[in-house]
């Protein structure tokens, strides 16, 4: 169809001053198995039914929690119960700013919303899914993807919702919370070519540009760590 006369990616965002690294801070480790297929995907009907058992936004609140102070958070729940779930824990355990915005969600109102995450740290943004391509909040700088998914464009796009560089807030990384299937932890995202693993709390993620491979024992490649 063409030739490609230029290729930009994340690492050479984050290389080159337009974006922060994402720093990962831990993982809601499930049993997704008994959770549906849907056209390639988690279905959102059991999906949510998961998330919204006890226990998981337990674990998922107290995750956000421990590493709130400072940030401005940006919340992708699987579903608007679960957002609002989410929402209520939040504001129970002392949260003042939490704001939620969904399909229905006036633009005025979200326009209110975002100024209101923008100019104030220890904020919680919450959405269900309806916040990512196109959407720009530069100052967000922590990512709880609470939605677990198996597409890996659709988990890079709210990754992205973070790795905006604002010059406002000065912030140097973002935060990122990443529900999983416990059964497959460690398993790699392949978006085309490449291949981003999520490496863990305290660990990296590392962006496998480029395998060649000739043999079943000769392996090149090239990793980036962030």
């Keep these: ?5 230029l290729e930009r ?4 965002g984050i290389k080159h001053g337009f974006l922060v690294p994402p720093k990962p801070v831990g993982t809601i480790k499930l049993n997704l198995g008994t959770v549906k297929i849907k056209l390639g995907d ?18 998922c609140v107290k995750a956000v929690l421990d590493n709130l102070a400072g940030r401005r958070c940006i919340v992708f729940a699987a579903s608007v119960e679960h957002g609002n ?4 824990r939040f ?35 919450i959405n269900n899914l309806v916040l990512i ?8 700088d922590f990512v709880a993807m609470f939605r677990p ?8 796009q709210c ?45 990296a993620l590392l962006v496998l540009d480029r395998v060649v491979v000739a043999h079943a024992a000769c392996v090149e490649a090239r990793f980036h760590t962030l």
Excluded: W
């Design 1 to 5: 169809l063409g030739t490609v006369l």
């Design 9 to 12: 990616n994340t690492t050479d």
């Design 42 to 59: 988690y279905a959102p009907d059991t999906l949510s039914a998961l998330m919204l058992s006890p226990i998981v936004l337990s674990g």
């Design 85 to 88: 779930a989410l929402a209520q």
């Design 91 to 125: 504001r129970g355990a002392g949260i003042k700013r939490v704001y939620e915005v969904y399909g229905d969600t006036p633009s005025a109102l979200r326009e209110v919303h975002y100024a209101a995450v923008r100019n104030n740290p220890d904020s919680i943004l």
């Design 133 to 140: 391509e196109g959407f720009d909040l530069p100052a967000l």
């Design 149 to 156: 998914t198996k597409n890996a464009g659709l988990f890079l």
């Design 159 to 203: 990754l992205g919702r973070g790795l905006r560089t604002c010059l406002a807030t000065g912030k140097v990384d973002c935060l990122v919370l990443d529900a999983i299937d416990a059964q497959k932890a460690g398993t790699p995202l392949r978006v085309g070519g490449r291949i981003v693993l999520m490496l863990g709390k305290g660990r």
